[in-house]
């Protein structure tokens, strides 16, 4: 057991380094548990999701752009500077009533702690096929700005119809010959500046209606191209390509809670009077709440406004 904290963050990205900035600038001295890298799940690298983002271009204070690593490594910087230590392991378990919070990292130690934030944001979905599983990694993926570079040359599709899908598609135009954009409906849900983007680039083209329903092929060991079917008339068809990149939506990372906190339907964190959770003295900020906004900034708000509730909470503990 490690001392007594007055604060640990669980979780990096916008939301926990900005909580961490805050609370050390509070003399709090936090701990983040950042989470580790796994090659195997390149969407869970701590710093969160804007560690697979090539260009931020709507974020204050930077007028010329700035790369998603680029900027976690500043918000990184800016917490240290302050005080903030940092463990880059994951919490397996935490145990959040009552006035001692405990938390267990993979390293095998446990942790105590006063309050807790809660910033671990949410993971990219998968499709849920088998052959999806099976050549994931082998052409299946759900990182562009990860994988790419991989796919120069060639045909590749993408499966969504957010600004995600539309940013994934744009970027994979550097290295593909042709991008793909697989949508259930007729209709984008993209903002109209991502969706224009993508549709006056000569390289993307859209297949509506359509939904994969096999990923080929398993016995080559990579892709060779989707089994599509059409959602109006459930005919089926083959088209050719040399990988799949989802973009599909995320869910929340809260399996380490096991049910402690309350959620909603789709399983993100509820939170009431700015991001106080149904426990007291835990808090939550970032997309792991969000599941409307979902960017940088107000990530970053929610982190500020997490590590403040924070500490007016410890505040009225004394």
């Not at 939301?15 to 989470?35: D, K, Q, V």
């Not at 970027?171 to 259930?184: E, M, N």
């Not at 993209?190 to 939904?211: G, L, P, T, Y």
């Not at 973009?247 to 993100?268: M, R, S, V, W």
């Amino acid at each position: 057991m490690t001392d007594l904290r007055n604060v640990i963050i669980v979780g990096s990205g916008p939301a926990g380094f900005t909580a961490a900035i805050y609370a050390s600038r509070a003399n709090l001295e936090p701990l983040m548990l950042e989470g580790e890298p796994r090659p195997e799940a390149p969407d869970l690298l701590p710093g969160g999701q804007l560690m697979l983002t090539t260009e931020v271009e709507n974020y204050p204070g930077f007028p010329e752009g700035i790369t998603g690593p680029d900027m976690m490594d500043l918000f990184r910087k800016q917490a240290l500077r302050f005080g903030t230590e940092v463990l880059t392991y994951d919490v397996a378990r935490a145990e959040l009533e009552g006035p001692v919070k405990k938390l267990w990292t993979t390293d095998g130690k446990e942790h105590h702690a006063k309050a807790v934030i809660i910033s671990t944001g949410a993971s990219a979905k998968w499709l849920g096929l088998e052959s999806e599983t099976a050549l994931r990694n082998r052409g299946v993926s759900a990182c562009a700005t990860c994988d790419g570079a991989f796919f120069r040359n060639k045909v590749v599709a993408v499966v969504g119809g957010g600004d995600t899908a539309m940013e994934e598609a744009t970027f994979l135009t550097r290295f593909a010959s042709k991008v793909l954009v697989i949508h259930r409906r007729e209709e984008l849900r993209a903002s109209k500046i991502m969706q224009d983007r993508a549709k006056h680039n000569d390289k993307i083209e859209f297949v509506w209606n359509s939904e994969v329903v096999e990923v080929l092929d398993v016995e080559a060991g990579r892709v060779t191209g989707l089994r599509l079917k059409d959602t109006r008339s459930g005919d089926t068809r083959t088209i050719e390509c040399g990988g799949l990149f989802l973009a599909i939506g995320h869910k929340p990372n809260t399996g380490f809670l096991e049910g402690q906190l309350d959620t909603d339907e789709l399983g993100y964190v509820t939170v009431k009077g700015g991001t106080r959770t149904n426990i007291e003295g835990v808090f939550a900020a970032g997309d792991v709440s969000d599941k409307v906004y979902r960017q940088a900034i107000t990530a970053a708000g929610m982190g500020c406004q997490a590590a403040i509730d924070a500490e007016r909470w410890l505040e009225t503990q004394e």
